[in-house]
């Protein structure tokens, strides 16, 4: 299990295993790995919390309280709803001390947060949490000169990273032409295209580039 090399000094730290029970402290030679001492100690069950709103918008920054053992990487994290024990979303290791921020996912839907044991990867405290849709809304004049200066007025998160941005209607999403950061205010200026055609407006996330909100404009020559 975790070891110390005896070469450290006579008084040396090893962390316990995760799974509680009894178990043994062993002095083990380097060469032979012959047990030369034992010495029984039980492992005692460890539990942790956590605190935090029920509902959080997605891609926003929320505060979250937390007791645990605070073992050497041990981290509070969120992920979706039923994702695999071992996979983590937004984190921040515990030495940073309670509460931590963290950032919701920008997917809206079902989410959990989780104390996580840097030593195995166990779950030891888990705690539902909503991931809201955040509302989202875009105005613009309805056509703009290809090229020139198009201004908007919107509402929404303003997550850090957040943009919007002015594009031809066919570009996939996730893609982005010229754009400005939502915190630049509203209204706030993007160049349009410049090729003429149908465009569209759309309020981008910073965190995963989704797309909350669109609405269409024409480019004209």
Request: net charge neutral; hydrophobic share 35%.
């Amino acid at each position: 299990g975790d070891y110390r090399e005896t070469k450290q000094g006579s008084s040396l730290e090893i962390a316990a295993p995760m799974e509680p029970g009894a178990c043994e402290v062993r002095y083990i030679t380097g060469r032979s790995h012959t047990i030369l001492a034992r010495a029984s100690i039980e492992v005692m069950p460890v539990g942790a919390t956590l605190d935090a709103a029920a509902e959080v918008t997605l891609g926003a920054s929320f505060s979250v309280a937390w007791t645990g053992p605070n073992n050497t990487g041990d981290y509070v994290t969120i992920v979706a709803k039923g994702a695999p024990d071992e996979k983590y979303g937004s984190y921040v290791n515990t030495d940073q001390g309670s509460p931590v921020k963290l950032t919701a996912p920008p997917e809206a839907g079902d989410g959990e947060l989780r104390y996580v044991s840097g030593e195995c990867r166990k779950v030891l405290a888990r705690r539902p949490i909503k991931i809201a849709a955040a509302k989202v809304t875009l105005s613009a004049p309805a056509e703009a000169a290809a090229g020139g200066a198009v201004s908007i007025t919107w509402t929404g998160p303003n997550n850090p990273g957040d943009y919007i941005t002015v594009v031809a209607k066919s570009t996939p999403d996730g893609q982005y032409g010229a754009y400005t950061a939502t915190s630049s205010g509203s209204p706030l200026t993007v160049t349009a295209p410049k090729e003429a055609g149908d465009g569209e407006i759309r309020y981008m996330t910073g965190q995963g580039g989704k797309v909350l909100a669109r609405i269409g404009i024409k480019i004209v020559p």
